[in-house]
């Protein structure tokens, strides 16, 4: 999967804004957008919003949990902690990316908040790499990965579950009676 | 613009449309990860055109109000993208598979769902045609006369249904059996929880 197609998942979340002009309700088919009134928040797709801001027509409100204190703490405990710690929004690698480039005028101490995401990620990156390497080396058949968010997943999943075909595929056909044609 | 409340789905239920999208979006995903062509959802592919062709019809009478219908526009689009990629990895895996799933489809009884939409089912048959007529012509004709056929199931790789998958548990499973790698492990069983999220064969 590429990972524009994780960032188009992603969009899907909601943020709040603060428009500039006023529209009544619209009905889009995934839902109803509420009326817009200048200086009121509305909560509204990030696609949208992001086009809303390119176009000069609204101003994005941050998200609760992209706060320099919050995401030091869960620097911290992802430090600490050798499993995944849960995270506030599964998809806060690309919400960051995409907020912080277009909307860092809206978020305060944008340049902290993108140090601390990129280390929590490098952290999770790190764990995802050490527990790939032991999940193949042990030759389990099963994993619980109850907390990695979709874009983590996403970095290894060609190369770890090819290998794991291939070598699934190697040692069936060690086995006698037992080789197919795949 | 339009008025959203209801959607008739067809024959079962009845269905808000931001129901239908997120159901396309789930068989997309599906669609994309799995080692095999899984059912055929025909009914929520009508489904879904049905309402993009209603809010198209309704953007080219509205000609007013740039900024609502541009918002509509990127909708349409957006799901536009999500149908068509869909339908791309079902047409991927026939092409890949072909033999398989024609026969697959003659051999199941006729009360199953099918597998194929009727269009997908003669993309197959011509797809199986041209490459006979093809080997024909290339290879087969110059060959001694008791190699001039081949049999397309053995020629073609069947999908592995052994491929290791990441999955999301929507509903709660007990006793999964997990069958093991080497020789020195054993089965053993787990319990899927909802929510959770597992790589596994």
């Known amino acids: ?182 | 613009m339009s008025d959203h409340s209801e959607l008739s789905g067809g024959e079962e239920e009845l269905m808000t449309p931001a129901e239908l999208i997120s159901r396309l979006e789930e068989a997309w995903l599906n669609e994309k990860f799995s080692p095999e062509l899984l059912e055929n959802k025909s009914e929520l592919v009508e489904c879904v055109m049905e309402q993009l062709t209603h809010m198209e019809e309704n953007l080219q009478r509205v000609r007013k109000g740039d900024l609502k219908a541009s918002v509509h526009r990127m909708e349409i689009d957006r799901i536009r993208f999500v149908l068509s990629s869909f339908l791309r990895s079902r047409l991927k895996k026939i092409e890949k598979f072909f033999p398989h799933v024609l026969e697959k489809e003659k051999s199941r009884a006729d009360g199953d769902p099918s597998f194929l939409s009727p269009e997908e089912f003669a993309f197959a048959k011509e797809y199986l045609a041209n490459t006979e007529v093809y080997l024909r012509a290339v290879a087969l004709k110059h060959m001694p006369p008791n190699l001039q056929s081949v049999d397309m199931m053995k020629a073609v790789p069947e999908p592995c249904l052994d491929s290791f998958v990441f999955l999301r548990v929507k509903e709660k499973q007990e006793n999964i059996l997990v069958e093991p790698e080497t020789d020195e492990q054993r089965e053993y069983v787990v319990d899927l929880d909802q929510g959770s999220q597992h790589i596994m064969r």
């Open chain 1, 1 to 182: 999967m590429d990972p524009a197609e994780v960032e188009f998942l992603a969009e899907k979340e909601m943020v709040k804004i603060i428009p500039n002009f006023s529209l009544d309700k619209i009905y889009l088919i995934g839902g109803d957008l509420g009326p817009f009134n200048p200086g009121l928040p509305v909560e509204v797709p990030v696609w949208l919003a992001l086009n809303l801001k390119q176009r000069q027509k609204c101003r994005i409100v941050p998200p609760e949990w992209m706060d320099t204190d919050k995401l030091e703490d869960i620097r911290e405990q992802e430090r600490k902690l050798d499993t995944f710690t849960p995270i506030p929004n599964p998809y806060y690698m690309e919400l960051t990316k995409l907020l912080l480039n277009h909307a860092a005028d809206n978020i305060p101490k944008a340049d902290e908040i993108r140090t601390l995401v990129k280390d929590i990620w490098d952290t999770r990156m790190a764990k995802l790499r050490l527990s790939a390497d032991s999940f193949i080396s042990q030759q389990e058949a099963h994993a619980q990965l109850d907390n990695l968010t979709l874009m983590e997943i996403n970095t290894t999943r060609s190369f770890l579950l090819d290998s794991l075909n291939y070598m699934y595929k190697l040692r069936s056909n060690l086995q006698p009676g037992r080789s197919k044609d795949y």
